[in-house]
């Protein structure tokens, strides 16, 4: 298993970052809905917690919070655009030190907190009534961050309508 111990303390910031930062990239692409967003990601994460072992890369990812500034990025667009390099950076180191399971773990892993962000906070409609789960700019966003994983993006959860 590859563990935290395998990467230096630049690329496992990198590493660890990258699923939190996919979830940033969702939150920004959208008004509204940040706390929403923030406690589906949050949700995520103990979840993977709760299912992975500390030994394990995804496991050891989610046993501390990750550390990221939003101040790093001068704006939205900003974010996305080098947002997206930096999961893509992140893929690679992965790719280049743990096996293909742990890859596609650590895939699906960013994948589910972008997407959980996404299907977090209603768009339009009126009290609550109506609206679309995720906006067309959360669709684009959540497009961007598959390609960037180099992923499939997965369908979005029917049952939280």
């Keep these: 298993m590859t563990t935290k111990a395998e990467f230096n303390a630049e690329e496992w910031e990198m590493i660890a970052g990258g699923p939190a930062l996919a979830g940033l990239i969702i939150v920004a692409s959208q008004r509204g809905g940040t706390i929403r967003e923030s406690l ?12 992975h072992s500390a030994g394990d890369l995804v496991g050891e990812i989610v046993a501390s919070a990750p550390h990221l500034d939003a101040k790093q990025f001068s704006s939205k667009e900003d974010m996305r655009t080098r947002g997206l390099g930096k999961i893509s950076e ?51 966003a959540l497009n961007d961050i598959a390609a960037a994983l180099g992923t499939e993006r997965p369908p979005a959860d029917p049952s939280s309508s």
């Design 90 to 140: 992140a893929v690679e180191l992965v790719r280049a030190k743990a096996t293909p399971e742990e890859l596609d773990e650590y895939r699906q892993f960013a994948m589910a907190v972008a997407l959980h962000a996404a299907e977090a906070d209603k768009s339009g409609g009126f009290l609550g009534i109506g609206g679309e789960r995720i906006s067309g700019n959360e669709e684009s």
């Design 40 to 51: 589906a990601m949050a949700k995520t994460y103990a979840a993977a917690k709760a299912e």
